[in-house]
T-cell receptor, first 113, second 112 residues
Framework: DGGITQSPKYLFRKEGQNVTLSCEQNLNHDAMYWYRQDPGQGLRLIYYSQIVNDFQKGDIAEGYSVSREKKESFPLTVTSAQKNPTAFYLC????????????FGSGTRLTVV | DAKTTQPNSMESNEEEPVHLPCNHSTISGTDYIHWYRQLPSQGPEYVIHGLTSNVNNRMASLAIAEDRKSSTLILHRATLRDAAVYYCILTNSGGSNYKLTFGKGTLLTVNP
């Protein structure tokens, strides 16, 4: 079955450490996205990529970095520069045309301890 | 980006129809109306989308006003599994705007 896989589901990080969240899709979608969700809030866009080797900052990119070396993969690194990294992180993908639906992964819950 | 307005919360009883409203008065002619829902601790799930005509699928129906400034997601018979946050989102089919902008959505509570 096609879909998006995010791993791990839960992640704990010590303050000052970088951590990388994985996102893999086998839907042959061109575009991929990372969103952050805080309790009781909507989703906020961190980064997005419409094509391999290219990505754009979203609304809250500070303290995060991404890469898009393969169409299937779009890992997100939460760096030590992110002041409040504890959140629920969601990866999504879409075909090139926005008229089709977006597919989301099941999320990674990151907690800084 | 065109903005949508939804009620913060709604309540329904099991096996009754639910009508979830969404206002989008600044919608442009090329904006699609998408609905997603999010169950607790899960990623959002696509529900339905439309442009001008009403749409039906196995999950729900989407009724779009003639002037397209509002729409309604209809769950014909609510079940406990339909309890979720429902997001109404506009996406532009033209240009390079593929980003989704999520508001807080409508929290639907379904009573047994």
């Amino acid at each position: 079955d096609g879909g998006i896989t995010q791993s791990p589901k839960y992640l704990f990080r010590k303050e000052g450490q970088n951590v990388t969240l994985s996102c893999e899709q086998n839907l042959n979608h061109d575009a991929m996205y990372w969103y952050r969700q805080d309790p009781g809030q909507g989703l906020r866009l961190i980064y997005y990529s419409q094509i391999v080797n290219d990505f754009q900052k979203g609304d809250i990119a500070e303290g995060y970095s991404v890469s898009r070396e393969k169409k299937e993969s779009f890992p997100l690194t939460v760096t030590s520069a992110q002041k409040n990294p504890t959140a629920f992180y969601l990866c999504a993908s879409s075909p090139w045309t926005a008229s089709y639906g977006y597919t989301f992964g099941s999320g990674t819950r990151l907690t800084v301890v | 980006d065109a903005k949508t307005t939804q009620p913060n919360s709604m309540e329904s009883n099991e096996e009754e129809p639910v009508h979830l409203p969404c206002n989008h008065s600044t919608i442009s002619g090329t904006d699609y109306i998408h609905w997603y829902r999010q169950l607790p601790s899960q990623g959002p799930e696509y529900v339905i989308h439309g442009l001008t005509s009403n749409v039906n699928n196995r999950m729900a129906s989407l009724a779009i006003a003639e002037d397209r400034k509002s729409s309604t997601l209809i769950l014909h018979r609510a079940t406990l599994r339909d309890a979720a946050v429902y997001y109404c989102i506009l996406t532009n089919s033209g240009g390079s705007n593929y980003k989704l902008t999520f508001g807080k959505g409508t929290l639907l509570t379904v009573n047994p």
